[in-house]
């Protein structure tokens, strides 16, 4: 009779445990997949913060972008939709007015530019990426035009695999000095390749006159094969003003003073069809020790809009991996870690920082829209749980979005 109730004791308890187990399975499959349907569904899980934008009812802009890890390139069309640029992959997304999830557009960068004849293979097999950096609108004959700019850098400094005292070769990045234009889709609409890509930035820039010529020198010294985060080529800012010029914000080099370079040029639209770009100006900026990470013009306020922040120069780089640091590659005292924003008039004035807390967002593009900006950081690193980045292919689906935030202008 013991044995018999020890049994029915026994079976009860593991009776108990096993539906415990279902059920808090069950409860945890729900959890995601609620959570999941949610992403599918376009709909994030931060909606109670998402912004009602100044003098458009109705807009609404999210914090989280999902589908999303690498957001470095931000244009905002006509219609409110976004079309963000993704550095790792060559792609660009579509982000439609009031959802928060991107939609991959077709056919890639990488098929459009094959097409055109551009090789971005490595080795006859990988595809290497154009590193996009930066986009603009513009409007040609009435129609609207998006252009992408690669960040026309060459490899950062690693050590050799085969000697670690040695360092590999920085070697020059074809692929990513081009500046693309295409045309700027709708859902449903493929992108198109509008002219040819510009590939001759760097010869521009080699072959300035004076006074630019002076002013560019510190680009022109380099030897060509520098590395991307030891104070060589590295262009992140890109901007068309109301004037139809464009200007290029560096990342990197900054001079002895900690300053950042801006070029700008004249005969942008020709450029795309058999013309060349004009150097118009050029002026180091100081934004306290700061790289330009992004800008973009607001008409409204007849200025540049810049997001500055951490150089990458090899003094940055994490000990683990270039401890100690070789004592061939230049060395700059006190850049910034942080991110700031910076209002500028242009050419002729110095930027001034702007009183925006940007926590911990790391922003890599900006949008001017409706009496603000609109920033979305470039979370590809950063963990998001089991010791897996945001690009990281083990990281679930809905863990995979880059964070965003709207702010108004005084």
Same mark, same amino acid.
């Given at each position: 009779?013991?044995?018999?109730?020890s049994?029915?004791?026994a079976l009860?308890?593991?009776?108990?445990?096993?539906?415990?187990i279902?059920?808090?399975?069950?409860?945890?499959?729900?959890?995601?997949?609620?959570?999941?349907?949610?992403?599918?569904?376009?709909?994030?899980?931060?909606?109670?913060?998402?912004?009602?934008?100044?003098?458009?009812?109705?807009?609404?802009?999210?914090?989280?972008?999902f589908?999303?890890?690498?957001a470095?390139?931000?244009?905002v069309?006509?219609?409110?939709?976004?079309?963000i640029?993704?550095?790792?992959?060559?792609?660009?997304?579509?982000?439609?007015?009031?959802?928060?999830?991107?939609k991959?557009?077709t056919?890639?960068l990488n098929?459009?530019?094959r097409?055109?004849g551009?090789?971005?293979?490595?080795d006859g097999?990988e595809?290497?990426e154009?590193?996009?950096?930066?986009g603009?609108?513009?409007r040609?004959?009435?129609?609207e035009v998006?252009l992408?700019?690669?960040?026309?850098?060459?490899?950062k400094v690693?050590?050799?695999?085969?000697?670690a005292?040695?360092l590999?070769?920085?070697?020059k990045?074809?692929n990513?000095?081009?500046?693309v234009?295409?045309n700027? +889709?709708?859902? =449903?609409?493929? %992108?198109? *390749?509008?002219?040819?890509p &510009?590939?001759n930035l760097?010869?521009? $820039?080699?072959?300035?006159?004076?006074?630019?010529?002076?002013?560019?020198?510190?680009?022109n010294?380099l030897?060509g094969?520098?590395?991307?985060?030891?104070g060589g080529?590295n262009?992140?800012?890109?901007?068309v003003?109301?004037?139809?010029?464009?200007?290029?914000?560096?990342?990197?080099?900054?001079?002895?003073?900690?300053?950042?370079l801006?070029?700008?040029?004249?005969n942008?639209r020709s450029?795309?069809?058999g013309?060349?770009?004009? +150097?118009?100006? =050029?002026a180091w %900026?100081a *934004?306290?020790k700061?790289? &330009?990470?992004a800008?973009?013009?607001t $008409?409204e306020?007849?200025?540049?809009?810049?997001?500055?922040g951490?150089?990458?120069?090899?003094d940055l780089v994490?000990?683990?991996t270039?401890s100690?640091i070789?004592e061939?590659?230049?060395?700059?005292?006190?850049?910034?870690?942080?991110?700031?924003?910076?209002?500028?008039?242009?050419f002729g004035?110095?930027?001034?920082?702007?009183?925006?807390?940007?926590?911990?967002l790391?922003p890599?593009?900006?949008?001017?829209?409706?009496?603000?900006?609109?920033?979305?950081?470039?979370?590809?690193?950063?963990e998001?749980?089991?010791?897996?980045s945001?690009?990281?292919s083990r990281?679930?689906?809905?863990k995979?979005?880059?964070?965003?935030?709207?702010?108004?202008?005084?």
């Amino acid at each position: 009779m013991k044995t018999t109730r020890s049994r029915i004791l026994a079976l009860t308890a593991a009776l108990a445990v096993t539906v415990l187990i279902c059920v808090t399975g069950y409860r945890i499959r729900s959890q995601e997949s609620t959570t999941l349907a949610e992403v599918r569904a376009e709909k994030s899980p931060v909606a109670e913060t998402a912004v009602e934008l100044v003098g458009v009812p109705g807009r609404r802009w999210f914090e989280r972008i999902f589908g999303i890890c690498n957001a470095s390139a931000l244009i905002v069309a006509g219609n409110g939709d976004f079309l963000i640029g993704d550095d790792e992959t060559n792609d660009i997304y579509l982000v439609t007015a009031g959802q928060s999830a991107v939609k991959k557009i077709t056919p890639s960068l990488n098929e459009l530019l094959r097409t055109a004849g551009i090789d971005l293979k490595k080795d006859g097999s990988e595809i290497r990426e154009i590193d996009i950096e930066g986009g603009a609108l513009v409007r040609w004959d009435g129609e609207e035009v998006a252009l992408w700019i690669g960040s026309h850098s060459n490899r950062k400094v690693k050590r050799d695999k085969d000697d670690a005292n040695k360092l590999r070769s920085a070697k020059k990045r074809k692929n990513r000095r081009l500046i693309v234009a295409t045309n700027v +889709p709708s859902e =449903g609409q493929s %992108l198109e *390749l509008l002219g040819n890509p &510009i590939t001759n930035l760097r010869d521009i $820039v080699a072959d300035l006159e004076e006074p630019l010529k002076s002013i560019a020198e510190p680009l022109n010294s380099l030897p060509g094969d520098e590395y991307a985060n030891a104070g060589g080529w590295n262009i992140e800012g890109f901007a068309v003003d109301g004037q139809n010029r464009c200007f290029i914000g560096f990342r990197s080099p900054v001079n002895s003073g900690g300053k950042t370079l801006v070029l700008g040029f004249s005969n942008l639209r020709s450029s795309f069809s058999g013309g060349e770009l004009h +150097p118009q100006n =050029g002026a180091w %900026l100081a *934004l306290g020790k700061r790289g &330009i990470r992004a800008m973009d013009w607001t $008409v409204e306020r007849g200025e540049f809009v810049i997001v500055a922040g951490p150089v990458d120069h090899v003094d940055l780089v994490k000990a683990a991996t270039m401890s100690p640091i070789p004592e061939e590659l230049p060395q700059i005292a006190g850049l910034a870690e942080d991110f700031a924003i910076f209002g500028w008039k242009g050419f002729g004035e110095q930027p001034r920082k702007m009183d925006f807390d940007l926590s911990n967002l790391r922003p890599e593009s900006v949008a001017i829209i409706s009496g603000g900006f609109y920033l979305i950081s470039d979370d590809g690193k950063m963990e998001r749980g089991n010791g897996f980045s945001c690009e990281d292919s083990r990281t679930a689906q809905y863990k995979k979005y880059c964070r965003a935030k709207y702010f108004v202008f005084d």
